[in-house]
């Protein structure tokens, strides 16, 4: 039974952990010593996997024996990040994915045993994604737009003759989605509106091509086929407010819906053999895995893990072992692998840099406060520990990008330094966030900077109510979409936020909407659709640019900018930083020549950190000597 508590005592709890409380600060350098770790596919024999991670200082690829748990550097980068992909099967030789200083035109590339590389997509100008193997994994699909900017194809290669095979031309601006594992059927997406698309499903031998999407606004996202070819999955949010996971029989043309829950099925996949089913749902802003025996549909319990919750799985392709990624609000990524006849789960990894004591971290807490119309507005909240009511601590309202991006709990570096450092944040998942179903996601459409800025506000207020925030030293902070809600909400709410930190925000919507990349040209339309045609909606778009007004910038601001950036480009930082500097306004402008957009060099990382502390710690905190 558990013990009831007056509310004498509750207080005499609060002051008492508060004067106790003894919260060890770590510096930057500290925190970034952690380690991101991506990747965890096995080789053939599954005692290694390969993987990617920064310990370097930036990603490179490493391959970590699953006995002695040893890691092993495979690529020696010291200019761009190197992502694993995967082993060539049956060897030691590997495929990884790279772009050039953040262009964000990734290659896909093969180092062999000697080390020798190749690039195998070598376009000056294209972008290749990996797609998969095929089912014998004799050959690996990608896409690529080195045909025609605008649209991505799907080609097959076969190691040894490393020749692209045009499978599909994209002449429409579809999207490939799924393949069947006899490589007849082909699931295309293309997209309408950001709260729309279709669904199509392509015979390559008849060259038919069946629409099978409703004429109702929802989306479609195709996941995977059957093994047989009889069938595929997708998620959907046809005739519902959420997500959900349904399935398309080819001989019949029967939809049925699988599986269902309170939140977004975010996707779903069957391994390699067809004997498990992996279902990932975002729940109220967390990750949330499940696992089935595909046959009998029969849910299987996860091991129990004490450090965490599983973020994801990869299941190998015998299906005898697992590696689990495993997240907390105090700790990044870490890997476990695990054998299904054992039950035995080993950590691989030890991401958090062992000199931070994980109780000096703070946990997340979604929390939700009443926008100015009485919405109820989603955010995740963290609360530095030595806030009090005796010891009242600045805060930001830290904004997601997008536009339809999502705030989530689990690890970040840079908001657990900040919080380290005294600052307590709100990340508002404003109206138009994904993962809070259709409706609320479409609220923000061709009213961006209005409504959606005006939860953020209310958040600022929310901040502002609580005992242990101090009510005027409240900042709004924000990256690409939401370094524009930054600035916007500096220039039309001057007197609610003390600074600005912008990172790579859009300022000129008119520039930025007809300067997108070639590659997103079948989202154009859906992005135009949200935001506003700059031909046809100009005047709307002016208004809400934060460039046209500068002159209202009184704020103190902090604006981050990468170079290479090919979606928020570089003019847009220099533009705003000049006009805001005409007002007499203190600017700190920090320009980063071999980034793009976000920062993935640890030492650039580490740089966007400390200069922001800094600038917070001089205009928001006023802790600064």
């Known amino acids: 039974m558990k013990p009831i508590l007056t509310a004498f005592a509750m207080i ?4 008492t952990c508060y004067s106790q409380t003894a919260v060890k600060q770590y510096t930057i350098e500290q925190f970034y010593k952690t380690i991101a770790f991506g990747g965890g596919n096995f080789n053939k024999a599954e005692n290694k996997i390969i993987v990617h991670d920064n310990s370097s200082g930036i990603f490179n690829v490493y391959e970590i024996d699953l006995a002695t748990k040893e890691k092993k550097q495979l690529t020696n980068s010291e200019k761009e990040s190197y992502y694993a992909i995967d082993y060539i099967p049956g060897t030691s030789d590997f495929l990884y994915s790279a772009d050039k200083g953040g262009n964000e035109n990734t290659h896909i590339y093969l180092q062999k045993g000697d080390g020798s590389v190749t690039d195998l997509t070598p376009g000056v100008k294209e972008k290749a994604g990996f797609f998969s193997w095929n089912h014998p ?214 991401s958090l840099n062992p000199e931070i004591d994980p109780n000096d971290l703070v946990d997340a807490e979604v929390v939700r406060f009443k926008s100015f119309d009485g919405l109820l507005i989603p955010a995740i909240f963290y609360k530095p520990k030595n806030a009090a009511a005796g010891h009242k601590v600045p805060a930001l309202v830290w904004v997601h990008g997008g536009p339809g991006g999502q705030s989530t709990a689990g690890y970040s570096q840079s908001i657990q330094y900040f919080v380290n450092h005294g600052y307590a ?98 989202f154009r339309k859906a992005l135009y659709d949200e935001m506003g045609d700059p031909a046809t909606d100009s005047v709307r778009l002016r208004s809400i640019s934060p460039l046209f007004n500068t002159d209202k910038i009184k704020t103190p601001l902090l604006v981050l900018q990468g170079s290479n950036d090919p979606r928020v480009l570089q003019v847009e930082s220099d533009e705003i930083v000049a006009g805001a500097k005409k007002n007499g306004t203190p600017v700190e402008y920090v320009l980063f020549p071999d980034e793009g957009h976000g920062f993935r060099k640890k030492e650039n990382q580490m740089k966007a950190a400390k200069v922001t502390l800094d600038f917070l710690d001089k205009y928001l905190s006023g802790s600064s000597n």
């Open 137 to 350: 994994k004799t050959a690996f699909y990608y896409t690529s737009n080195v045909r025609d900017s605008r649209f991505f194809d799907l080609y097959k290669m076969s190691p040894g003759d490393w020749k692209p095979a045009l499978l599909y031309q994209n002449e429409k601006g579809f999207d490939v989605a799924s393949i069947s594992p006899d490589e007849n059927w082909l699931v295309l997406t293309k997209s309408i509106t950001s709260d729309k698309n279709e669904m199509y499903l392509l015979n390559r031998k008849t060259n038919e091509l069946k629409k099978l999407s409703a004429e109702t606004e929802a989306t479609y996202s195709p996941q995977s086929f059957e093994l047989d070819n009889s069938a595929f999955y997708y998620t959907t949010n046809e005739g519902s407010e959420f997500t959900y996971l349904a399935k398309y029989d080819l001989a019949t043309g029967k939809q049925q819906k699988i599986f269902s829950d309170k939140w977004d099925v975010m996707y779903m996949y069957i391994s390699e053999n067809g004997k498990y089913r992996v279902i990932g749902v975002n729940e109220d802003g967390r990750d949330k895995i499940l696992m089935y025996d595909h046959k009998s549909g029969k849910q299987l319990a996860f091991p129990t893990i004490k450090d965490g919750y599983v973020q994801s799985v990869s299941i190998s392709p015998t299906e005898n072992n697992m590696i689990v990624y495993v997240v907390s609000d105090r700790s990044p990524v870490n890997l476990y692998s695990f054998n299904f006849a054992s039950k035995k789960l080993d950590k691989l990894t030890s």
């Open 12 to 15: 005499c709890i609060a002051v």
């Open 425 to 522: 944040i709100l990340a508002v998942n404003n109206r138009g966030s994904s993962g809070y179903g259709k409706t609320y996601y479409k609220m923000d459409n061709r009213n961006h900077g209005d409504k959606d800025l005006k939860d953020c506000v209310w958040g600022k207020k929310w901040l502002a109510q609580q005992t242990y925030i101090n009510p005027v030293s409240i900042g709004i902070y924000g990256g690409s979409y939401g370094g524009f809600m930054s600035l916007a909400g500096i220039i039309q709410y001057p007197a609610e936020f003390k600074v600005g930190v912008d990172l790579f925000g859009v300022t000129n919507w008119l520039r930025t909407l007809q300067s997108i990349p070639a590659y997103w040209e079948s």
